[in-house]
């Protein structure tokens, strides 16, 4: 029998498209963003009555509607100005050069197949010209819009915008505005002033949902989702409140009530329950670090006590050697045996594989080469995840080390004020001093 055999069919809780509860669905209506979406009207509705509109920054923390409102706007005008008004939707997240976003541009500009341009091998000049050529040829009004606009800044810097703004200055045929969408309030500060006044732009601020507002959300998207009297009123409360947690995320609060219809109609119930919610939370923020210290076989999580603390001791110049030593005052103070050296390494090259620790190996002269470890995380939840261990919850590091053999290369002031990288190339300019 078919593995999925048993989840075919229809469902009894519900009466449409559970893809109405993701986060990238966008509704016929946005409760609590009246305001703002009116806002965005006025602007662009300058091409109703043929004039450029001015550029526009929307600003709001993650999953406050900024995207998905300003799709349902453009959406929206395109309907009403019909072949008048071309809309051009970027993703700097995706397209996060000048190069590529020009590209993008006119290829969005392009007759057919024939007539688009190749990714790479165009210089950015000729690109350029030809998204001008284009845009003056068809004429009308374009809406350029770059949806994390902060990621296009701060991989390219300003002149990546200056580029795009300076579109809008040579399209003389047509008339072309942009409008960016972020979540950095600070965008424009580190900006320079010629480029600034170029944006001459309108400023629209999302705020952050609040508990109710949140309630308000899921109750209508719920709706035509899911049978009547199947989502406890209870659970859409709490829901709410999770999400009035995180900033107000709407996005995030969504996928909690999805997940809890999911986990309802694959266990078989008749009704989301505040269990459902709970589940769908834990399901939803699974501490994948917690879960991957948690499996780990016991010596594993030993000897990544041993690096934890040693760490702790000295953020700088974590060495196999004294990991070693501290794996086996822990097993000592235990009682557990300890394994070889040899086996030791290979576990932190284990624990480098799973994503805990970062390791480089470097010729120390007559020491020989080196292994430096790092734990990657923060060391009070790593030891805190480690010592909910039965085994290990007795643990009290009162023999744990450091090594002395490289204090003569700095003092502890130098070193806390040593990036790892600086350390590691002073140690290695000591082992070469040292040969010599």
């Known amino acids: 029998m078919n593995l999925f055999s048993k989840y075919s069919g229809s469902s009894d809780l519900l009466a449409g498209d559970l893809g ?79 190069y590529s976003i020009l590209t993008t541009l006119v290829n969005e500009l392009s007759e057919g197949k024939d007539d688009l341009i190749p990714p790479m091998g165009w210089p950015l000049d000729r690109i350029y010209g030809e998204l001008i050529a284009r845009i003056n040829g068809k004429g009308g009004y374009y809406v350029l819009v770059l949806d994390e606009i902060d990621r296009l800044l701060q991989k390219n810097g300003g002149d990546s915008l200056y580029v795009l703004l300076k579109v809008i200055d040579d399209s003389t045929s047509s008339r072309t505005s942009l409008i960016g969408i972020t979540n950095d309030a600070n965008i424009l500060d580190g900006l320079e002033p010629r480029i600034r006044s170029r944006m001459n732009q309108e400023s629209i601020l999302f705020s952050p949902y609040n508990a109710s507002d949140l309630r308000d959300i899921i109750s209508f998207r719920l709706k035509g989702v899911v049978k009547a009297n199947v989502v406890e009123e209870s659970a859409i409360n709490l829901c709410a409140a999770l999400g009035a947690q995180e900033h107000g995320d709407a996005r995030k609060a969504l996928d909690l009530m999805r997940i809890s219809v999911e986990i309802a109609m694959r266990e078989g119930r008749k009704t989301i329950t505040d269990k459902e919610i709970y589940e769908a939370r834990d399901r939803f923020e699974m501490d994948v670090v917690k879960e991957a210290i948690k499996t780990l076989p016991l010596q594993s999580k030993i000897v990544l006590l041993s690096a934890v603390v040693t760490q702790e001791l000295s953020s700088k110049l974590m060495i196999t050697g004294e990991i070693y030593e501290n794996y086996r005052n822990i097993c000592n103070e235990l009682g557990f045996m300890s394994l070889t050296s040899r086996r030791v390494s290979d576990i932190l090259s284990e624990l480098e594989d799973f994503g805990l620790l970062s390791a480089t190996t470097r010729s120390m002269g007559r020491y020989g080469r080196t292994r430096f470890i790092k734990v990657m995380g923060q060391l009070d939840l790593f030891k805190k995840h480690l010592l909910e261990d039965d085994n290990l919850s007795m643990f009290q590091g009162s023999r744990i080390v450091r090594q002395s053999r490289f204090e003569n290369v700095f003092g502890n002031k130098e070193e806390r004020n040593l990036t790892d990288r600086e350390l590691e190339n002073k140690l290695s300019n000591f082992a070469d001093a040292d040969l010599q």
């Open 20 to 98: 109405r509860l993701s986060g990238s669905y966008v509704p016929e209506s946005f409760p609590h963003r009246e305001t703002e979406i009116d806002h965005i009207v006025r602007i662009l509705s300058s091409i109703m009555r043929d004039s450029r509109p001015s550029n526009i920054l929307i600003y709001g923390k993650t999953g406050t509607g900024k995207t998905s409102t300003t799709q349902y706007v453009t959406k929206m005008l395109s309907e009403a100005a019909g072949e008048k008004v071309r809309v051009c939707f970027v993703n700097c997240q995706v397209h996060d050069s000048p």
